[in-house]
Nanobody
Framework: QVQLVESGGGVVQAGGSLRLSCAASGRIFSSYAMGWFRQAPGKEREFVAA????????YYADSVKGRFTVSRDNAKNTMYLQMNSLKPEDTAVYYC???????????????????WGRGTQVTVSS
């Protein structure tokens, strides 16, 4: 079992930046592939970014590529999402997710992940 807690959400103007954190407790964090997803009101949960267990590989949704950066610090049991050049359409609840995985695996589909945080709200005003 691993418990995930997101933080860092808030209200920001368009063009601004936020950094989200996902703190993990429980089993060895470095054995988990991690992902970020988001869900806007009335929409389905969508993939944002993923990172493999060592942090050597990342993958992004086209909508955030070049603006968002996912990273992790295994010594601190924490994953991050640096969000720059935010747009109103980035407004959503952001969730982190985890799954035990082999070295290079990452997931882009929500059902692939076994553990989820409760989310943090990001609101981008125009």
């Amino acid at each position: 079992q691993v418990q995930l807690v997101e933080s860092g959400g808030g209200v920001v103007q368009a063009g601004g930046s936020l950094r989200l954190s996902c703190a993990a407790s429980g089993r060895i964090f470095s054995s988990y592939a991690m992902g970020w997803f988001r869900q806007a009101p009335g929409k389905e949960r969508e993939f944002v970014a993923a990172i493999n267990r060592s942090g050597s590989s990342t993958y992004y949704a086209d909508s955030v590529k070049g603006r968002f950066t996912v990273s992790r610090d295994n010594a601190k049991n924490t994953m991050y999402l640096q969000m720059n050049s935010l747009k109103p359409e980035d407004t959503a609840v952001y969730y982190c997710a985890a799954r035990q995985a082999t070295a290079q695996r990452m997931g882009v589909d929500a059902p692939w992940y076994d553990y989820w945080g409760r989310g943090t709200q990001v609101t981008v005003s125009s």
